[in-house]
């Protein structure tokens, strides 16, 4: 299921602050899977977007090892929200599932909201 809203390529490249490594240069990345790779003092961060299927894959590594690991899927919407209390990567899933939006904030340090409903 491909994600309704994605963000344009500026504004990822703004929000991770690194050029990513896209899968093939010649396909609009809507329909690519798209590497984006941010250096911590002692973290990095993996953050791969397959937006035609409606994926996220994250992963932050610190010290050689995986500490987080999440495939998220049967994304609807993916967005970048400013705003006064700083930049946050927003992921919205298809309302048949039971997930809360996921957030991921990268400054001042990496933080990760998520959750499901318990109805």
């Not at 990567?89 to 991921?104: E, G, I, R, V, Y």
């Amino acid at each position: 299921m491909a994600t309704k809203v994605f963000p344009d390529d500026y504004e990822l490249i703004s929000f991770f602050e690194v050029e990513p490594e896209v899968l093939d240069a010649e396909i609009p990345w809507f329909y690519n899977t798209v590497t984006f790779q941010k250096q911590y003092a002692d973290e990095l961060l993996y953050c791969t977007f397959s937006p035609s299927y409606g994926d996220i894959d994250l992963t932050l590594v610190r010290g050689q090892k995986a500490k987080i690991t999440l495939n998220l899927h049967n994304i609807d919407s993916i967005e970048v929200l400013k705003g006064p209390n700083g930049e946050h990567l927003k992921a919205t899933f298809h309302p048949d599932t039971s997930l809360n939006d996921f957030l991921l904030t990268l400054k001042p340090e990496v933080s990760i909201i998520w959750g499901m409903s318990l109805e």
